[in-house]
């Protein structure tokens, strides 16, 4: 099986390789055949140094095999080019290496840069103008960002706040195909990097909020058109659930529970959609993604677990068929996206080597999950936790903690985590060498007043009454290395702000993220030890990546520029004085302002 | 002499500096495109005529920034300093400046005449069976008033929600639920008095409105102030605005009597 998928991917690839380098395409179909690499084996050993997807590998551990850069030689790291976007929105993508090109996609208007690394200051080799409908920044929810693009065989594919899925030739930027998938006209919007898994170009929908019906859909990378769509709400046959779904769990398990586990007709505006991350095992053939909140109806009108919202999914690859279902927080109360990313590794659990997923949760647990069945292995958590008091192993379900239910009109003090969660949707990495998972997260509590009483329709928004701050110890933010088969925290490296950055890992030993004040770190994997950093121009909450240049020199590029939901106080302007502006973000975030002001560049670190 | 000319300039300034914050040839309004009976960039709402007559009484012309009314709507223009007036805005909204409210409404039941309903209050029975069409907002615990009423009363399964966002491609999205009564999709719907008022005059069935009862349902409102909404730095503005709305206050009653706003007394 695996090696008719490695046969399949190159004879894929070479279609379009004439002009460019095998190897870069290559490194992408290698890395996607190891998936299952046990602690201690390099996930990527024929790694090319290229960066095709923003998590790296199918797996999406963020680990790179290069190790030019190490403890000792990252002390020497130093600016080897710099890049300014022209956009001040937050920016939150993964920088994209192949072929000694770089690509950069920019938050609204969503523009598309091909740099050219080959020469002296990487000038812009092309760039595209998407256009996107101006309406559409009215739509998305936090900020108006974008997070990163897919290469696959000779092209770019990126996604448009307007709900488009486009196509460009990576050698020269012309547009190959646009896909419209998404609706603004329906509160629909596109925020997540797509995912190419063999001919399949994998997008899903933002806007719980807005009371969109949340779906995945699968487009047919040669052509742009639809090859299926899974919702996450209603009927069965729309949901693509079939003969071969075998949820673990009693409570995902019966006929058409998406349309039977809400009141009435309430699926049909029921939220759930998918504008997170998904990852690939080319062994089973199987999609990992996870759902958003159930919207926009109130907890208290909305009785039942809400399925399929904020749970993880497992399809197959081809047909987006469902093989199983596992819902971190049924009946959501607290915004608690189940869109996080999932690590594929095979770990000894117990004594038998099991395919389990990592997946550091919204609510607070890092979830060990076998990746073949949906049951859950271990769940602990990884931040403070009050909302709930663990996860039941047997019934798969949280614990709630029945005195901070919120009913009308109360408010409810001290739920941690805040809703933007333990982390939020910035992606951790897995190291193969040191067997540690980092995870960029969050220490943030809120008060959470149940009822917004005083919506008046056809009036502005005025956002609900949620306030957040810090958690125990006043940090917002915690650089945390998690072993998870041991199931504890090795280190922590505490900060002041949300660590809203990815991460990446390198064979070098060194693990690199970036903070909201400004700062790129990198730091020693085994230890946490502080190494290196550098004080970029504007905050950072984007996915670092590291590449093997044309020189054979491995670098790191990152793009700075503050923004996001928790950075929307800066890049939107924000009034501080507005405790619940940006959904209550901006309560915890008043000193932001002074700490970064906005403003996209790109920073690429080499050795000297 | 040249105090006399210092003091001129000084005017002259003044009133420069005046008609400047005041918006001077331009009234700049932040606005919802497609937002019948508020607005829309055919200028047909009841928001649109009180800009203009806001604007006259300025010796001002009104120049809009359209955007929808959505979450992010203060954000990308008052705040981002593209326009200066928010004709119609919650008056107890604590993020900007808000002028003594202009007009008070309520939520009203919507039902078809020929039905003979005369649903009033959230207490009657018949609710518990009948489809409600309520409006959804949003997530977070933000709905309409009535939707959180009901739901006090266990009343949640007979529910149909109707995005206030809509469809955008249609004209005035958040109409949809008024025309759903009259298509009798649903028996009743529990709708904000201004929208329900000027689109239950356009069906082609009778419609009965009724303010719902209790008005102040436990810890929910369902009635409201409105105001016009300024920058929280800009309080020269609002008190032009405020002297406005005093001087013009029959002229304002006027305009909002055709467009069939119903409103309550405090």
């Not at chain 1, 899925?165 to 603004?184: F, P, Q, R």
């Not at chain 1, 047919?220 to 075998?246: C, E, M, Q």
């Amino acid at each position: 099986m695996r090696s008719i998928v490695i046969l399949l991917a190159m004879a894929l690839l070479c279609i379009g390789c004439g002009r460019s380098q095998p190897s870069a395409l290559g490194g992408s179909g290698g890395s996607a055949t190891n998936t299952s690499g046990t602690p201690g084996q390099n996930p990527a050993p024929d790694d090319t140094g290229d960066w095709v997807r923003p998590a790296k590998d199918y797996a999406s551990t963020r680990f790179s095999a290069l190790d030019q850069i190490t403890a000792d030689s990252v002390k020497q790291l130093g600016v080897k080019g710099t890049f300014s976007t022209g956009f001040v929105r937050g920016h939150e993508a993964a920088p994209l290496v192949v072929n000694n090109t770089m690509y950069i996609v920019t938050p609204f208007p969503n523009v598309v840069y091909a740099l050219d690394l080959t020469q002296p200051g990487a000038p812009v080799k092309w760039s595209y103008d998407p256009k996107p409908l101006a309406a559409a920044q009215g739509v998305a929810c936090c900020d108006v960002v974008n997070r990163g693009m897919a290469y696959s065989n000779g092209a770019v594919f990126f996604n448009t706040l307007d709900g488009r899925t486009i196509a460009l030739e990576a050698a020269t930027g012309k547009e190959k195909w646009v896909a419209t998938l998404a609706d603004i006209n329906k509160g629909e919007t596109i925020t997540m990097a797509p995912l190419v898994v063999k001919d399949k170009v994998l997008v899903g929908n933002s806007g719980g909020e807005l009371g969109v019906r949340g779906w995945l859909t699968a487009v047919d990378a040669n052509s742009g058109n639809i090859a299926w769509r899974a919702y996450h709400t209603g009927p069965d046959n729309d949901v693509l659930i079939g003969p071969r779904f075998k949820p673990f769990y009693k409570s995902d398990q019966g006929r058409d529970l998406g349309i039977h586990s809400w009141p009435g007709e309430a699926w049909k505006n029921g939220g759930a959609g998918a504008w997170g991350w998904i990852s690939y095992d080319p062994a089973l053939n199987l999609i990992y993604y996870g759902t958003s909140n159930p919207g926009p109806w109130n907890s208290e009108q909305r009785p039942g677990d809400n399925k399929w919202s904020t749970g993880l999914f497992a399809r197959d690859a081809d047909t987006g068929q469902a093989v199983w279902f596992y819902q971190f927080s049924p009946h959501d109360l607290w915004d608690y996206d189940g869109i996080n990313e999932q690590i594929l590794v095979d770990l000894p659990i117990n004594g038998a080597m099991r395919k389990v997923l990592l997946r550091p949760e919204r609510n607070g647990y890092l979830y060990v999950i076998d990746r073949t069945t949906g049951e859950v292995l271990s769940a602990d958590p990884f931040v403070h936790i009050t909302s709930t008091k663990g996860i039941d192993l047997n019934t798969g379900r949280p614990i709630e903690n029945e005195s901070l239910k919120p009913t009308m009109g109360t408010v409810v003090r001290d739920v941690c985590p805040a809703a933007p969660g333990g982390k939020d949707w910035q992606p951790s990495a897995y190291s193969p060498q040191t067997g540690f998972l980092y995870i960029p997260a969050n220490n943030l509590c809120m008060d959470f007043e149940a009822v917004e009483a005083n919506y008046i329709a056809g009036t502005p928004f005025v956002g609900a009454n949620v306030r957040m701050y810090a958690g125990p110890g006043g940090n917002r933010g915690e650089f945390i290395a998690w072993d998870p088969v041991g199931r504890k925290k090795v280190w922590s490296i505490k900060e002041s702000f949300p660590v809203w950055s990815g991460v990446v890992v390198t064979a070098g030993g060194v693990a690199f993220y970036g903070t909201m004040d400004g700062w790129f770190k990198a730091v020693n994997a085994r230890t946490g030890e502080p190494l290196w950093r550098f004080k970029t121009g504007s905050g950072i909450i984007s996915q670092p990546i590291t590449y093997r240049g044309p020189d054979g020199k491995q670098y790191v590029a990152v793009l700075s520029g503050v923004g996001g939901w928790s950075g929307a106080i800066v890049a939107g302007e924000l009034d501080a004085r507005d405790a619940t502006a940006a959904l209550g973000f901006v309560n915890a975030m008043t000193d932001l302002p002074k700490a970064s002001t906005k403003g996209g560049t790109l920073y690429i670190f080499g050795l000297p | 002499m040249s105090i006399a000319i210092a003091t001129l300039l000084a005017s002259v300034l003044t009133a420069a500096a005046f008609a400047a914050s005041v918006g001077g040839s331009a009234l700049r309004v932040c606005s919802d495109p497609n937002n019948l009976p508020f607005s829309n960039t055919q200028r047909e709402g009841f928001e649109n005529r009180i800009a203009d007559l806001l604007a006259h009484d300025l010796g001002a012309t009104v120049k809009y920034t359209w955007w929808a009314q959505r979450r992010g709507f203060l954000r990308n223009t008052l705040e981002a300093g593209l326009c200066d007036v928010v004709i119609g805005y919650p008056s107890h909204a604590d993020s900007v400046l808000t002028t003594a409210p202009y007009y008070r409404s309520t939520y009203v039941f919507v039902t078809r005449h020929a039905s003979n309903l005369r649903i009033r209050s959230f207490d009657e029975p018949a609710l518990r069976t009948m489809r409600i069409g309520v409006q959804l907002v949003g997530d977070d615990g933000a709905n309409s008033p009535p939707a959180h009423a009901l739901s006090r009363r266990g009343i949640i399964g007979n529910l149909v929600g109707y995005t206030v966002y809509g469809d955008y491609r249609t004209n005035s999205p958040p109409s949809s639920i008024i025309a759903a009564v009259a298509r009798g999709d649903v028996d009743v719907a529990a709708v904000w008095g201004p929208l329900a008022g000027y689109f239950a005059a356009r069906q082609s069935v009778a419609l009965d409105l009724a303010p719902v009862r209790p008005q102040q349902d436990g810890p929910l409102p369902q009635a409201f102030d409105i105001s016009m909404a300024v920058r929280k730095s800009d309080r020269a503005r609002l008190d032009r605005l405020n002297a406005f709305l005093v001087q013009h206050r029959r002229d304002v009653d006027a305009i909002l009597a055709r467009y069939h706003v119903p409103r309550v007394d405090r």
